[in-house]
Nanobody
């Protein structure tokens, strides 16, 4: 059984920064990538960023490119999302996912419970 737990969400002012963490636990991983998605009320869940577990290759959505950075700490089985220059449009529930490298929801087999990020303007 695999479990992903996000943390680090909260309330931040526009222009501020926040770092999200996703800790994975369980037996050996079968996936080769971990990703972040987000979902705002009334909107579909959208891709944010992905990183390959072994090689560290990354890919970002255009909406966050240049502002968000995804990274991982293999020893801690943890993936991070460093967010800077936050905008009100970034307000959403952020979800961690594990699976195949890609930008589609169907690429991922495991999901965390989500953590709320609210950016005030």
């Amino acid at each position: 059984q695999v479990q992903l737990v996000e943390s680090g969400g909260g309330l931040v002012q526009a222009g501020g920064s926040l770092r999200l963490s996703c800790a994975a636990s369980g037996r050996t991983f079968s996936w080769n990538a971990m990703a972040w998605f987000r979902q705002a009320p009334g909107k579909e869940r959208e891709f944010v960023a992905v990183i390959s577990w072994s090689g560290g290759s990354t890919y970002y959505a255009d909406s966050v490119k240049g502002r968000f950075t995804i990274s991982r700490d293999n020893a801690k089985n943890t993936v991070y999302l460093q967010m800077i220059s936050l905008k009100s449009e970034d307000t959403a529930v952020y979800y961690c996912a594990a699976g195949r490298f890609g930008s589609r929801l169907s690429s991922y087999d495991y999901w965390g419970q989500g953590t709320q990020v609210t950016v005030s303007s």
